[in-house]
């Protein structure tokens, strides 16, 4: 069971807020530019994200029905800002993975034990859009 909506409710007002602006260079952190479906509003939304290869890994910690997830997937996918880069990405795929084999050992820990979110998000680089200074 994926973290409670309403935790999601209080970070977006919240933490969030802070996390923005660590996000884009932060280890283990990255931001989602995406687009809202109904609104075309462009949204930021900080998040833990692994590069793998050619691939970002993100944990669904408030499981593949966010807002954010369902814009990602309707559109085919999104630019992602990590590690001071831009990346363009695609071919969103959500699955499940109880075990979190593709997280770092702490973050396996939390999604596992703690949030109990075994939902990820995969993401192809298509190619770098910007290098950030």
Same mark, same amino acid.
């Given at each position: 069971?994926? /973290? &409670?909506? =309403?935790?999601?409710?209080?970070? @977006? ?5 802070? *996390?923005?602006?660590?996000?884009? #260079? /932060? &280890?283990? =952190?990255?931001?989602?530019?995406? @687009? ?5 509003? *462009?949204?930021?939304?900080?998040? #833990? /994200? ?84």
């Amino acid at each position: 069971m994926p /973290a &409670p909506r =309403w935790i999601a409710r209080v970070n @977006r007002v919240g933490l969030n807020r802070i *996390t923005r602006f660590i996000a884009p #260079w /932060a &280890p283990g =952190w990255a931001v989602v530019i995406h @687009r809202g479906r109904k609104s075309g509003r *462009t949204f930021r939304t900080p998040l #833990w /994200a692994f590069r793998r290869d050619d691939r970002y890994v993100i944990a669904l910690t408030y499981g593949p029905e966010s807002d954010w997830v369902r814009n990602v997937l309707a559109a085919g996918g999104c630019q992602l800002e990590s590690r001071r880069r831009c990346y363009e990405v695609d071919n969103p795929r959500v699955y499940r993975d109880e075990t979190a084999a593709e997280m770092p050992p702490f973050i396996r820990f939390m999604l596992r034990r703690v949030i109990k979110a075994p939902d990820f998000l995969s993401l192809n680089v298509r190619h770098t859009v910007k290098s950030a200074r």
